[in-house]
Nanobody, 128 residues
Framework: QLQLVESGGGLVLPGGSLKLSCTASTASGYNFDEYGIGWFRQIPGQGREGVSYISRYGKATEYATSVKGRFTISRDNAKNTAYLQMDSLESDDTAVYYC??????????????????WGQGTQVTVSS
């Protein structure tokens, strides 16, 4: 199955940008393009919030209302990598960001229970 690793987090000023990457290593017989990819975020003491979703070949995307117009999800199946471009960052975007994979074909803002493969998370801090 897939193993997912996030990267690209860090400290950024309000109004700034970051681009997160989610790279998959695949065991024999498993292909990155078999999975939809979701991005989630979590603040300490709270549950994971679905942020964005991209379908297996990138033809369908969804965004949470809180990030729509500011975040852009994409993927490059040849590189086994999905991305989350985050622009116009706000302090409320501060969280640990996780990518996750699902075989569900439902196009929707991601819900945690639909995803069974998770990365370890990367911290994003928006602060002056």
């Amino acid at each position: 199955q897939l193993q997912l690793v996030e990267s690209g987090g860090g400290l950024v000023l309000p109004g700034g940008s970051l681009k997160l990457s989610c790279t998959a290593s695949t065991a024999s017989g498993y292909n990155f393009d078999e999975y939809g990819i979701g991005w989630f975020r979590q603040i300490p003491g709270q549950g994971r919030e679905g942020v964005s979703y991209i379908s297996r070949y990138g033809k369908a995307t969804e965004y949470a209302t809180s990030v729509k117009g500011r975040f852009t999800i994409s993927r490059d199946n040849a590189k086994n990598t999905a991305y989350l471009q985050m622009d116009s960052l706000e302090s409320d975007d501060t969280a640990v960001y996780y990518c996750a994979a699902t075989k569900s074909r439902t196009v929707a803002v991601p819900r945690e229970e639909k995803y069974n493969l998770w990365g370890q998370g990367t911290q994003v801090t928006v602060s002056s």
